[in-house]
């Protein structure tokens, strides 16, 4: 269980000198690049022209559709206050927002709510058709993962679109060569697993956008939402669902403005699935709580409750199990100061990080299953006149799922101790 939040967010501040802490409007704080503004490119001339008095340098990214400003340092200028003067109150005029950090669904540090712990292994999905061939009377349907990356493990290495990533997408378990697992290291491959196990027909297309350390920022994802979006496209095969375990929280509790409009740039066919996040709080976590995006909390182990770390609130959609889930992981021995921990392959872990693609891939196999869009299969599964709910929670995904000698109870039972803290 991670309880020292403050320890982490400290030592994530001495690893990135350009991240800052600023206190926010509601009285929360939010992680910003230190001094740098985002706009969208097509407001880029017009903000760059009113704040010019402040900008160092402009740097336009083509394939993100934004440009960055980046202000002088010794102006010690109130990025957000700056940003919503730019945008024009109460609506924005222009698009711009400070440049906010995303973490993998963290709490204040970056991660999920628990480090990762060996498991037994687990059957492999089952998957009716040869490599690369489709199932009779059932569509392809594409999930894609923006997270760390993925590494090779027996359930991908035979999957066509394991073999289509290419080597920027692969994650490794020890990138400082420390002989300890990294903080997130594995998040990636261990989601790739979650969606496997319950849409095994899916086809994957994985973009690494989360450093080993767990921190990403809006450019990151914008520029791996873009990638996704020309990938698919080279393919000739739609995105599905897109798969989301990270995001931040804002100075003002509003959305990001460029986060927004990227995601209706896939059209209504595909659905965007997020992490609630693992702070136990009702404050909106972004990207989940966009009206565009489909929030998931997390579900106790035995799936009777809101597991004790996960966000809750209006804003949240849906639902599953993401307490003590077991997927796939790395091989590698993990030299802990009070114990190694070899891994085998599998592990154990928790947050709604792994609630998240526990729909994505509810979602993508009904889609496959009735041949339907990804949109409609949603709006089936997820329509809270016929499925359960919980409030503040939204509808309930594992119901059956979790019922006594059922596999997720099974696996629950069979969880090993937790290991060290960090």
């Not at 066509?160 to 400082?176: H, I, K, L, Q």
């Amino acid at each position: 269980m991670r309880l020292d939040h403050e320890a982490r967010l400290e030592r994530l501040l001495a690893r990135h000198p350009d991240i800052a802490l600023v206190p926010g409007i509601c009285g929360n704080g939010t992680l910003i690049r230190r001094d740098q503004l985002l706009v969208a490119s097509d407001h880029a001339d017009e903000a760059h022209s009113r704040a010019q008095r402040w900008v160092t340098t402009r740097t336009d990214d083509e394939l993100a559709g934004v440009s960055i400003l980046r202000l002088r340092q010794e102006a010690r200028i109130d990025v957000s206050d700056l940003a919503a003067e730019l945008a024009g109150r109460p609506h924005r005029r222009i698009n711009v927002t400070p440049h906010h950090v995303l973490t993998a669904s963290p709490g204040w540090g970056a991660g999920p709510f628990d480090d990762p712990v060996p498991a037994a292994p687990i059957p492999a999905p089952h998957f009716p058709a040869l490599p690369g061939e489709s199932v009779p009377g059932r569509r392809t349907v594409t999930v894609a993962i923006l997270d760390t990356g993925i590494a090779a493990h027996p359930w991908f290495e035979h999957r066509s679109w394991f073999g289509a990533c290419g080597p920027n997408t692969y994650e490794a378990p020890d990138m400082n060569l420390d002989r300890r697992l990294d903080s997130v290291a594995g998040h990636g491959t261990f989601i790739a697993g979650v969606v496997l196990r319950h849409a095994p027909e899916a086809n994957l297309l994985v973009e690494k956008v989360i450093a080993a350390d767990g921190v990403t920022d809006e450019l990151e994802l914008l520029r791996g939402l873009a990638e996704a979006k020309a990938t698919a496209r080279r393919a000739g095969r739609p995105i599905d669902v897109i798969s989301l375990s990270l995001g931040c929280y804002t100075h003002d509790d509003n959305p990001s403005p460029l986060l927004e409009r990227a995601f209706h740039s896939f059209g209504r066919d595909t659905v965007v699935v997020a992490c609630a996040g693992n702070a136990a709080s009702n404050r909106p976590y972004w990207p989940a709580a966009l009206k565009r995006v489909i929030a998931v909390a997390s579900l106790d182990a035995a799936g009777h409750e809101r597991a004790s770390f996960s966000n809750y609130g209006w804003w949240v959609d849906a639902c599953a199990i993401g307490d003590k889930v077991v997927s796939t992981f790395f091989h590698f021995d993990d030299h802990e100061p009070d114990g190694d921990l070899r891994f085998d392959g599998y592990a154990t872990w928790s947050g709604t990080s792994f609630a998240a693609p526990r729909v994505a891939a509810a979602i993508a196999a009904r889609a496959a299953q009735r041949d339907v869009s990804a949109a409609k299969a949603a709006d089936e599964l997820l329509d809270p006149s016929q499925q359960p709910s919980m409030p503040d929670l939204g509808v309930i995904l594992d119901v059956a799922a979790s019922a006594p000698g059922s596999a997720n109870a099974s696996a629950a039972s069979a969880i090993p101790a937790s290991r060290p803290a960090r």
